[in-house]
């Protein structure tokens, strides 16, 4: 008996989580490199474009794209997407020993928290229901129900880029992930529609000839850009830890909406798998705001007493905090 489509997919989806995880870990230490020698990305600077360290994240993160581009062509987003919690785990557990961002218990107790979401959605995922041509999914790509939500999700950055990220995007994080993860719900989609177009191509059916390729081909293109160019600002402004889960919960919330939208991964699934699948996915949230939580209060600055001893000719005098002023300097390192 075969391997069945959504084995491959699941697999795919493993693999690629090991690579962006760890892809995070290098690019996060390739940008803190090039921010001692230049002008670093959370304040508009490029110089980690000449760093070898980032280069090899970049490297491992196409890898990691490619194997979940993959995943994608024969899994439907609602399986493949939730498994990118995976990554969060490998992240957690790198930046513990290579970003010395240590990784407490609770903060165990939330991957595993996510291995046992990612369990219950891999058990209960659809079936992929693939079109048979690239026009198919462009007349999914034009119903009245998706153009709302590209339309929405396309208003939402223009507002958060024009707006919001001058004002507030060094000291929220949501801000620089938000952009992220709307524009990474069309990057999927797009994605997507271009796997199985190169799918029915390698089946015999060439869909090079049909407009709609490229246009899902230019979209993707954007997209990824995007993505690329706020994730790189939010992990030099933030702490690799918080911005990892934050991403993820936030990107595989609305990629699985975008997906429903256009696809109808759901279509033809009883209420119990619906909803043993949300309940899956709702636990992997659980385990990644755990995650969090514990990470952010690591972070909280400690606080301490400052005193010294000043000489003088009548003897000495004990000075205390109380008695003078002083400026607090904080790194986001």
């Known amino acids: 008996m075969g391997v069945s489509d959504n084995t491959k997919g699941f697999a795919l989806a493993v693999v690629s989580s090991a690579f962006i995880g760890s892809s995070f870990i290098l690019k996060k230490k390739g940008l803190k490199r090039a921010g001692k020698s230049g002008t670093r990305a959370g304040v508009g600077g490029y110089a980690y474009l000449l760093e070898p360290l980032w280069w090899a ?4 993160m196409v890898i990691g794209e490619v194997a979940n581009f993959v995943a994608y062509v024969f899994a439907p987003a609602a399986l493949v997407t939730p498994l990118g919690a995976l990554s969060i785990i490998v992240s957690a557990f790198l930046s513990h020993f290579m970003l010395k961002e240590r990784l407490q218990r609770m903060g165990i107790l939330g991957c595993i928290s996510c291995i046992v979401g990612s369990v219950v959605i891999v058990i209960h995922a659809p079936q992929e229901q693939s079109p048979s041509s690239v026009e198919e999914i462009w007349k999914l790509a034009t119903q009245p129900g998706f153009l709302i939500y590209a339309a929405a999700t396309l208003s939402f950055v223009l507002i958060l880029v ?9 000291t929220n994080i949501l801000i620089y992930l ?4 709307l524009m990474g719900s069309l ?3 797009s994605i997507k529609a271009i796997g199985i177009a190169i799918k029915l191509t390698f089946q015999g059916m060439s869909q090079v000839t049909y407009y709609q390729t490229w246009l899902f081909v230019t979209v993707a293109l954007v997209c990824v850009i995007s993505q690329l160019n706020y994730l790189n600002k939010a992990l030099d402004t933030f702490n690799t ?3 990892s889960p934050i991403y993820y919960v936030m990107f595989t919330s609305l990629t699985i909406i975008a997906s429903a939208i256009m696809f109808k991964d759901w279509s033809g699934q009883n209420i119990s798998s619906i909803a043993s699948e949300l309940c899956g996915f709702i636990t992997v949230i659980s385990g990644t705001v755990l ?3 514990t990470r952010e209060q690591e972070i909280a600055p400690a606080t301490a007493t400052i005193s010294w001893y000043i000489g003088k000719s ?3 005098h004990m000075k205390t905090i109380d008695d003078d002023h002083f400026v607090i300097l904080q790194s986001s390192d």
């Open 162 to 170: 024009v707006h919001f990220e001058p004002r507030y995007g060094h």
């Open 291 to 293: 995650l969090h939580t």
């Open 187 to 189: 990057t999927v989609v």
């Open 241 to 243: 830890a918080i911005v």
């Open 57 to 60: 994240g970049m490297i491992t």
């Open 314 to 316: 009548t003897g000495d």
């Open 178 to 181: 938000g952009i992220c993860s």
